[in-house]
C-alpha cells in the first residue's frame, strides 16, 4: 500500500530555476490536491484536479502549474523560482468530494530557493 | 482573510488529562469539518470529522464539537497520551470538490 508517492523530499533551488514535483498515488483517487504550508501556517491550496484532464487553480496558484494527464499522477511545475516559494510541499488525495473520511497526504517535498 | 483560526499556537497537558483544541471560523457556508494530526517530517493524518448537521461526533478518544452559532468547534482528547504529541490542524470545507481550508495548528505537548 504505497498510498501517496511525493518526490524528491528535498531540493535546493537556484532563483530563477525550474522544477517538477512528482505526485503519484495507486488508490485509484479522482480527487487530487496540491497545498503548501509555510512556517507557523495552515496549509494553502495551490491547484486541485477532480479527474484526469480537469483541473482548477486553488489560493495560491501563482508562480505554478499543474497537468493530470493521468488519474494516477498530479505533477506540480515551478517555473521561475523565487525565494517566496520555500516551502513545504504536500500532495493529497480522495476517492470523492466526499470529505467526512477525509484526504490522503503524502509525506512531503521540502524545498529550499536560494 | 483567513476563514479558519486556531488562536492557540501551543497547548501543554499532562498525560491522562483532557487536551482540548479550539477552531474558530467565519464562513457560515462552511458544511464540513475536519482535524488532521502531524508529526514532524510527515503529512498530515485524517483524524475525524463532523457534518454542520450535528453538533458532536466520537471517535475513541477523540471527539470533535461544533458549536454553529458561535462559529467554533474544539477537538476533545481524553485521556491524552505522549503519542499524542503533534501538530494539530483544523479544516473546512464547503461545496462539491473536497477542497479544504486550513487554520494554522495547534502543537499539543503531552508531559509524561
Known amino acids: 500500500n504505497a498510498g501517496v508517492t511525493q518526490t524528491p523530499k528535498f531540493r535546493i533551488l537556484k532563483i530563477g530555476q525550474s522544477m517538477t514535483l512528482q505526485c503519484a498515488q495507486d488508490?485509484?483517487?479522482?480527487?487530487m490536491y496540491w497545498y503548501r504550508q509555510d512556517p507557523g501556517m495552515g496549509l494553502k491550496l495551490i491547484y486541485y484536479?477532480?479527474?484526469?484532464?480537469?483541473?482548477d487553480k486553488g489560493e495560491v496558484p501563482n508562480g505554478y502549474n499543474v497537468s493530470r494527464s493521468t488519474t494516477e499522477d498530479f505533477p506540480l511545475r515551478l517555473e521561475l523560482a523565487a525565494p517566496s516559494q520555500t516551502s513545504v510541499y504536500f500532495c493529497?488525495?480522495?476517492?470523492?468530494?466526499?470529505?467526512?473520511?477525509?484526504?490522503?497526504f503524502g509525506s512531503g517535498t521540502r524545498l529550499t530557493v536560494v | 482573510d483567513q476563514q479558519v483560526k486556531q488562536n492557540s499556537p501551543s497547548l501543554s497537558v499532562q498525560e491522562g488529562r483532557i487536551s482540548i483544541l479550539n477552531c474558530d471560523y467565519t464562513?457560515?457556508?462552511?458544511?464540513?469539518f475536519l482535524w488532521y494530526k502531524k508529526y514532524p517530517a510527515e503529512g498530515p493524518t485524517f483524524l475525524i470529522s463532523?457534518?454542520?448537521?450535528?453538533d458532536k461526533n466520537e471517535d475513541g478518544r477523540f471527539t470533535v464539537f461544533l458549536n454553529k452559532s458561535a462559529k467554533h468547534l474544539s477537538l476533545h482528547i481524553v485521556p491524552s497520551q505522549p503519542g499524542d504529541s503533534a501538530v494539530y490542524f483544523c479544516?473546512?470545507?464547503?461545496?462539491?470538490?473536497?477542497?479544504?481550508?486550513f487554520g494554522q495548528g495547534t502543537t499539543l505537548q503531552v508531559k509524561p
Open positions: 493529497a488525495s480522495t476517492p470523492t468530494a466526499e470529505r467526512l473520511y477525509g484526504y490522503t
Open positions: 464562513n457560515s457556508m462552511f458544511d464540513y
Open positions: 488508490m485509484n483517487h479522482n480527487y
Open positions: 463532523i457534518s454542520s448537521i450535528k
Open positions: 484536479s477532480v479527474g484526469a484532464g480537469i483541473t
Open positions: 479544516a473546512a470545507s464547503s461545496g462539491n470538490t473536497g477542497k479544504l481550508i
